[in-house]
C-alpha cells in the first residue's frame, strides 16, 4: 500500500538555525499538508499546498516558515531561525483531490528538537 | 470556532473486553469527522470517518463509530479489543471544502491488559 514517508525521523538541533523536514507524499497526490504536535499538545494544522502554492496557513505558520515542492516527489518544510517552542513532531499529510469527502494519509512524523 | 475534545486521556481495558472512546466536537454546521490511530513510530493512520447518510460508521480493524448529532458526539467503539490495539486514538472534525483542514483533538491512550 502506498504510505507518505519521512525524513529524518530525529532531527536535533541548536536554536537559531533552519532546518528542513522532508516528504515524500504519495505519488498521485496533489494536495500536501503539514501538521505539528508539540508533546502533550493536540496535532495542530500548519498549511496546506496544492499546485505549488500555500492554499492555507494558521497562525503558526509565520515567516519563518515556508514549503516548498522541489521536485515531482519531495515536499519541505523549512523553518529557518529556530526556537524552542518550535520542537515537535511534524507530520506530513497528502490527499488526492482535497474534496470534501478526500482521506488525508499521514506519515511517521520528524522529531524536531531544538535545544 | 471548530474544536474537538475527547474527554479521556488515557483508557486501560483488558484483551477482549469492549471500547468506546468519546469525542465531542464544536461546529456549526454538520462536519465531517475522522478517528485516526497512532501506533508508536508509525503515522496517523485513518480508521474511519462520517461525511454523511447512516450515522454508523463502520472502520477498519473491527472499529465503527456512531455519529449522533444531538449530542455533537462522534464515539468510536469496538466489541472486543485486542493487544494490538493499544496505540493513542485522535478524533479529527474536517471543514466542508477543498484544501480540507482537521482540526484534531488531544488523543486518548489506549493500554491493553493481557
Known amino acids: 500500500e502506498p504510505e507518505v514517508t519521512q525524513t529524518p525521523s530525529h532531527q536535533v538541533t541548536q536554536m537559531g538555525q533552519e532546518v528542513i523536514l522532508r516528504c515524500v507524499p504519495i505519488?498521485?497526490?496533489?494536495?500536501f499538508y503539514w501538521y505539528r504536535q508539540i508533546l502533550g499538545q493536540k496535532v495542530e494544522f500548519l498549511v496546506s499546498f496544492y499546485n505549488n502554492e500555500i492554499s492555507e496557513k494558521s497562525e503558526i505558520f509565520d515567516d519563518r516558515f515556508s514549503v516548498e515542492r522541489p521536485d515531482g516527489s519531495n515536499f519541505t518544510l523549512k523553518i529557518r531561525s529556530t526556537k524552542l517552542e518550535d520542537s515537535a513532531m511534524y507530520f506530513c499529510?497528502?490527499?488526492?483531490?482535497?474534496?470534501?469527502?478526500?482521506?488525508?494519509?499521514f506519515g511517521p512524523g520528524t522529531r524536531l528538537t531544538v535545544l | 470556532a471548530q474544536s474537538v475534545t475527547q474527554p479521556d486521556i488515557h483508557i486501560t481495558v483488558s484483551e477482549g473486553a469492549s471500547l468506546e472512546l468519546r469525542c465531542n466536537y464544536s461546529?456549526?454546521?454538520?462536519?465531517?469527522l475522522f478517528w485516526y490511530v497512532q501506533s508508536p513510530g508509525q503515522g496517523l493512520q485513518l480508521l474511519l470517518k462520517?461525511?454523511?447518510?447512516?450515522?454508523l460508521v463502520q472502520g477498519i480493524k473491527g472499529f465503527e463509530a456512531e455519529f449522533k448529532r444531538s449530542q455533537s458526539s462522534f464515539n468510536l467503539r469496538k466489541p472486543s479489543v485486542h493487544w494490538s490495539d493499544a496505540a493513542e486514538y485522535f478524533c479529527a472534525v474536517g471543514r466542508p471544502g477543498g484544501y480540507n483542514k482537521l482540526i484534531f483533538g488531544a488523543g486518548t491512550r489506549l493500554a491493553v491488559h493481557p
Open positions: 505519488s498521485n497526490h496533489l494536495y
Open positions: 461546529y456549526g454546521a454538520t462536519p465531517y
Open positions: 462520517y461525511f454523511s447518510g447512516d450515522t
Open positions: 499529510a497528502s490527499s488526492e483531490d482535497g474534496t470534501n469527502t478526500d482521506t488525508q494519509y
